[in-house]
């Protein structure tokens, strides 16, 4: 069962452009959501979260964005920059303890 | 900056064997969870453990797999006879709480079952 769902595998983005990362997910129930950002050989990186009660949270260069109605978030990364280049997974929370993990999207940055 | 140390980084194991995974989680941290990711798949949840209980675990978590905090530091996982399919990385993690703060994730083990 894929109650998170990301649909783009692979990302190119100029370096000093945006990249924008995406993610659908089915179950309504979920309130908590984060992204995080791995690197080959590590394990996952907490990167930025969002509470279903918000539609928006930012930091720094990154601003993760809610769409409760369309079960949509997406992260946005403003500018690109080489160093971002990673795999990024979103991941959702009914309970705040277990999450469900999207299947990642590998982000490249072209300096 | 505080880390979740995981070991072995790689194990390789013949099918039927037992194998047990090794995690030190962040000092002060109290929730402690075990994810693992099959190559080319998605991270999926294991089991949580907290208070020294299980809290939460995933169908996945069947009668072959089991946790254990021996010592006050360390965090196992167990699986008593190992399977082909059980081949994955598995990850550690570890939080101070349930806020709203993700976890920290080791490294990972990569468990190659032969």
């Known amino acids: 069962d894929q109650q998170v769902k990301q649909n783009s595998p692979s990302l190119s983005v100029q370096e000093g452009r945006i990249s924008i990362l995406n993610c659908d997910y089915t179950?309504?129930?979920?309130?908590?959501f984060l992204w995080y950002k791995k690197y080959p050989a590590e394990g996952p990186t907490f990167l930025i979260s969002?509470?279903?009660?918000?539609d928006k949270n930012e930091d720094g260069r990154f601003t993760v964005f809610l769409n409760k109605s369309a079960k949509h978030l997406s992260l946005h990364i403003v500018p690109s920059q080489p160093g971002d280049s990673a795999v990024y997974f979103c991941a959702a929370s009914l309970t705040g303890n277990q999450f469900y993990f999207g299947t990642g999207t590998s982000l490249t940055v072209i300096p | 900056e505080p880390e979740v140390t995981q070991t072995p980084s790689h194990q390789v194991t013949q099918m039927g064997q037992e194998v047990i995974l090794r995690c030190v989680p962040i000092s002060n941290h109290l929730y402690f969870y075990w994810y693992r990711q099959i190559l080319g798949q998605k991270v999926e949840f294991l089991v949580s453990?907290?208070?020294?209980?299980?809290?939460?675990k995933s169908e996945i978590f069947d009668d072959q797999f089991s946790v254990e905090r021996p010592d006050g530091s360390n965090f196992t996982l167990k699986i008593r006879s190992t399977k082909l399919e059980d081949s994955a990385m598995y990850f550690c993690a570890s939080r101070v709480d349930r806020g709203r703060d993700g976890y920290t994730f080791g490294s990972g083990t990569r468990l190659t079952v032969v």
């Open positions: 179950n309504s129930m979920f309130d908590y």
């Open positions: 453990f907290y208070n020294n209980e299980i809290s939460e």
């Open positions: 969002i509470s279903s009660i918000k």
